[in-house]
């Protein structure tokens, strides 16, 4: 029996030598205290290795291995999938779903269902615009013409259901499956789970600005996490109809404007729900550009979404039993009561990282945001135990956790260290539009090179000939923000369709550190959305070349 010497913690990462295991820490693999997948088909792999001679054990002393990474999420499969590549053993302990939030909680699922709210918002929108227009008011969701019937809209959403758990299987079955890790030739243990992310209620004092909301303990109540299951939407769904009620009848209050709220709200009431979203911030997507969430916003409004900004819900309560239409009453600061069927919790995330023994061997936890506190190549205050990914209270992307998990290995397990901690990272939330953003906005790059330094280069979608054609209500736009001497991009936010892909190429630029107006003589395709890129491009282009008007007056007269 070997000793283990070296561990990636959590979702992800510390990697650490076996006498920072040595009891009293609280490293179980036994499967006694393990916690059971939660995933009906996820099979059993409490105890698992790649090789069959070992077996982790409860004294966690069975095996050496250069890496064991805590938590297979987006950081930690990144990470046991790279030390693999480089052919260092590797143990991945999970403690539920392997694929984490991503794949069966966060980014699947909901993309799945925007994605079918699309559609049939989308078909709805046909109707409305090439359609007859003598839709039948008498079985339709929202009592307007060319809406999706109630019947075709169970059916649907009854497909949606099999699609949301088909995505996230066939990921889970592709990708991240025992079989597929231990094919790799990694070794799988499912742990207790000591650190785990749970839905904001009790928010650290300082980040975020909002008081816990009262009563929630004693009210149901969905969050990304519990909404895709059983006694989640599709379930509210049946009820609903079981009920006899129309689709518009189901009225669900979302708290909160950040991406979750935002998303999953304009999901639901594509699909048929009545929705009111309630943001504690002045505006949606705070973080963001201005001009993003007055956009997103009025996109809302359009769709018949109630949206109260600069409120936050300081209570809720059940009504069952008062009423028979309604079982949840929300009171905002102002003393407003807001009522529906159901609640959904969209107030943030932060990494839950008590109870994980980290304190013992010294690794310290930032007390505003509860993360994990890293250096910039992902070393935590203990020597040799590296954190990554959501833990760290950083940005929370799948992306970056997956680089950070990558960063996080390599600087573990190979000679000298690079940087995992980025101060920028390109983010979409994917509400239709899509709004997409990489580097400083407007704002924070005039605070930093003052007003005078910087220029901006804005174009509304209306503007846009592509969106003109697919009958865009113009809402919308692509704004770049640049150096104005070197016309270095600092930052930019597109709110269109496909805005994720648009922001990629500027976020390409900028790293190549090519001005804007070089952008100009790359030949975009007409009528694309990146065209409008390059015309934006251009008009810098102009603007530099009529600085040197007079010199070019003076050249050309001289027969040049
Ligand atoms: C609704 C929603 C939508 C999202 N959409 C997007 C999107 O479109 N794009 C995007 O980039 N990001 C999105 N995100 C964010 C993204 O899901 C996360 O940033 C990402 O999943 C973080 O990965 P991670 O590996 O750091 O953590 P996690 O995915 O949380 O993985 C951590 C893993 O560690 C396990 N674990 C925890 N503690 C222990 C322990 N002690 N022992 C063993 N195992 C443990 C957990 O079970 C889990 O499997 C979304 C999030 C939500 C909530
Ligand atoms: N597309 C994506 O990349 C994507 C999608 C979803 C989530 N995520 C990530 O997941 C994380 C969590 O997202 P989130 O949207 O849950 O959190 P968030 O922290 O981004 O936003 C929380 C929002 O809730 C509001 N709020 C908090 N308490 C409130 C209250 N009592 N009443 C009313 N409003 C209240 C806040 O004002 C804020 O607008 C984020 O870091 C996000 O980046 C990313």
Known sequence: MKALTSIVAYNLLSVHRLDAFAPPYPLSLSPRNAIKPRWKTTPNYATTTSSSSSSLSSSSSATTYDLVVIGGGSSGLTAAKFARTFGKTVCLVECSRIGGDCTWTGCVPSKTLLHAAKRAWTWRKMNERYGEGDGDDEDVSGGGRGIMNDACMLRMLRNVKMYVDANRERIYEEDDSPKVLRGLGMDLALGRAPVRWRTLRDPSPGRYMFDRIRGLDDVPFWTYENLWDEGGFFDAVERNHMRGRRMSEMRVIVVGGGPVGCELSQSLSRLGCSVVLICGSARLLPNGEMEASAELKRVFKNEGIDVICDQRVVSVVSLDGETVNRS????????????????????????????????????????????????????????????????????????????????????????????????????????????????????????????????????????????????SDGLGFIKIVYKTKSRQILGATVMAPSAGELVSELTAIQAAKMPLDKLATVMHSYPSYSIALQQMAAEVY???????????????????
Do not use: W
């Open 328 to 471: 949840i009453m929300a009171t905002l600061e102002s003393h407003e009561p807001i009522i529906g069927d159901h609640i959904l919790i969209a107030t943030g995330r932060v990494p839950n990282v008590e109870r994980m023994g980290l304190d013992d061997i010294g690794v310290k936890i930032n007390p505003v945001t509860n993360g994990i506190i890293v250096d910039e190549k992902l070393q935590t205050s203990v020597k040799g135990v590296y954190a990554a990914g959501d833990c760290t209270g950083d940005r929370q992307f799948t992306h970056y956790a997956g680089f950070q998990g990558a960063i996080a290995a390599r600087n573990i397990l190979l000679p000298l260290k690079d940087t995992g901690v980025l101060s920028e990272v390109p983010s979409t939330t994917f509400t239709d539009p899509e709004v997409a953003s990489f580097g400083l906005t407007e704002q924070a790059a005039s605070d930093k090179y003052g007003e005078e330094a910087i220029s901006i280069s804005f174009r509304p979608l209306s503007k846009i000939d592509r969106a003109i054609c697919e009958g």
């Open 542 to 560: 102009y603007d530099k070349l009529k600085k040197n008007q007079s010199l070019y007056d003076v050249l050309k007269r001289a027969g040049l």
